[in-house]
C-alpha cells in the first residue's frame, strides 16, 4: 500500500559515506515493517536491513552489519540508510521496500515484502 521514492544516491569514493532515504505516501509507515534491498551490476538482488514498524528491532544482511545503519522516523514518514566505510562492491542501485505488517520481529521482513521503490544509483569509485 502506498508509493515509496528513494533518493541520496551518488558517487563516492571508497571509504566515504552516503545516507539514503525512502519516502512514503499513501500510507502510514509505522504500521509497516521497511527494508533495503540493493542489486549491483550483473548480480541477484541483496537484502541489505530491516527495521520494525516501530523502530525497535533491526536485522541486517551478511557482512553488513557495523558499516550500515537502518532507521526511521516515522513522523516524517521516511527510512533511512546511513552507509559508512563504502567499497566498490557496494556499488548498487538501493531499492526501499515495505513489509505487509509491522514486523516486531525484523529478521521476517526479507520474506514479507509487499512493495518497493525504484531505487537510487550508489555508485563508488576505487
Known amino acids: 500500500q502506498g508509493q515509496l521514492v528513494e533518493s541520496g544516491g551518488d558517487l563516492v569514493q571508497a571509504g566515504g559515506s552516503l545516507r539514503l532515504s525512502c519516502a512514503a505516501s499513501?500510507?502510514?509507515?509505522?504500521?509497516?515493517?521497511m527494508g533495503w534491498l540493493r542489486q549491483a551490476p550483473g548480480k541477484d538482488r541483496e537484502f541489505v536491513a530491516a527495521?520494525?514498524?516501530?523502530?525497535?528491532?533491526?536485522y541486517y544482511g551478511v557482512s553488513l552489519k557495523g558499516r550500515f545503519t537502518i532507521s526511521r522516523d516515522n513522523a516524517k514518514n521516511t527510512v533511512y540508510l546511513q552507509m559508512n566505510s563504502l567499497n566498490p562492491e557496494d556499488t548498487a542501485v538501493y531499492y526501499c521496500?515495505?513489509?505487509?505488517?509491522?514486523?516486531?520481529?525484523?529478521?521476517?521482513?526479507?520474506?514479507?515484502?509487499?512493495?518497493w521503490g525504484q531505487g537510487t544509483r550508489v555508485t563508488v569509485s576505487s
Open positions: 499513501g500510507s502510514t509507515v509505522s504500521n509497516y515493517g
Open positions: 527495521i520494525s514498524g516501530s523502530g525497535a528491532a533491526t
Open positions: 521496500a515495505a513489509a505487509r505488517t509491522s514486523a516486531g520481529n525484523a529478521a521476517t521482513i526479507p520474506q514479507d515484502i509487499g512493495s
